[in-house]
C-alpha cells in the first residue's frame, strides 16, 4: 500500500447550477415566471402568495410551498383555487435544484404565467442554492428586529426585491423602519425596497405593480 | 434540533460524493486527507463543514480523513473610485459608489490524498 495524492479540480457546485439551470429552461418554455420566495420564519411570505393569489386578475399563479416539514403552508394557498403543492425538505433548511426539479416533474406549468416557489423560512441557508428562478424576493418584518437587514447582508444583496413588513407593528416593538430601508438600500442599490403591512393593506399595491411589470415585460 | 439541519450537510455530502468518485477512479483503499477551496461569500462556516464532513464519511473508506479548508475572498472594489474592500458593505464609504463584487462563491475539491 502506498500514497498517493490527486489534483482533483471537481466543481462541487456545479451540480446544483447544472438543475438550476435545467429548471429555467423548462420554466422559460413554459413562459412561466419563477419567484423565489426568501425570507424569515413568520415573516409573511404565505400571506403574500395568498393575497397575491387573490388580487392578480388576468394571470394563473402556481405555487411550490417549501418546508422542512408540515404542509400548512400549501393548505393555506391551496385553499384559493391555484396549483399548488407542498415540498417537504425532510430535514434540510433550504430548497436545492434538486427538490424543485423533482417538483417540477410532476407539476403541470401549463397555463400557468407566474410560479411562487416559497423557501423553507430563514436568511442563511437558501442563499446560495439557486433553483432556476427568475427573480428573488426577499421578506423580513419589523418585529425580527430592526437590524436584521444589516445582520444578513448576503441574501439581501442577491434580492431584486427587498419587502420589509409588518411596519404598522413598528413603533410597538420598537423598530426603526428607516434603518431597514437604509440597510436594504445601502446592501443593494438596485433591489426595489418595499415598506409593507400585509394585514393592513400598506405597500401591497407597489408590489403588485412590480410583479404586473415583470409579468408584462415577459409577454413583451 | 436535529444534526441534519445546518446547510453545510449539503455541502459535506457534495465533497464525500466528489471524493468517492475520485477515491473509485484511483481504486483507493482509504482516503487520508481531502483539500477544498471555499470563497468567503458562501453561507460556510467551516468548522460546522468539518464537523458535518466526519458524520457524513463515517463508515465509508474517508472515515477519519482531515478535511483541509482554504477560504478564498470575494474581489470586492468600489466601481466608482476603486477602493478595494475585505467585506461586502454594500455602499463605498469614501465616495458613496457602489461596490463590485467577483468570485467568493466558489467551492471546488482540490486535492485528495489516499492509500490504494
Known sequence: MHR?????EMDLLEENRRLAE?????????NVVAIN???AIGSGKTLLIEKTVESLKGYRVGAILGDVIAKDDYERVAKHGVKAMPLNTGKECHLDAHLVHHALEDFDLDGIDVLFIEN??????????DLGENYRVVMVSVTEGDDVVGKHPE??????????????LADAVD???DKMVEDAKRLNPKAKVIKMDLKKGIGFDEWMEWLRCVLQSREG | MSLDFVHEMSFASAILDAVMKVARENNAKRV?????VIGNLLMLNPEQLKFCYDVVTKGTIAENSKLEIEVVKAKIECTNCGKVFDEYVGICDECGGILKVEGGKEMF?????MEV
Open chain 1, 4 to 8: 498517493i495524492e490527486v489534483d482533483a
Open chain 1, 22 to 30: 435545467k429548471n429555467r429552461e423548462l420554466l422559460r418554455k413554459k
Open chain 1, 37 to 39: 420566495v426568501m425570507g
Open chain 1, 120 to 129: 423553507v423560512g430563514n436568511l442563511i441557508c437558501p442563499v446560495d442554492f
Open chain 1, 155 to 168: 441574501i439581501f444583496r442577491l434580492a431584486d426585491v427587498i419587502i420589509i413588513n409588518k411596519v404598522a
Open chain 1, 175 to 177: 423598530a426603526n423602519v
Open chain 2, 32 to 36: 487520508k486527507s481531502v483539500h477544498v
Open chain 2, 109 to 113: 475539491l482540490k486535492k485528495v490524498e
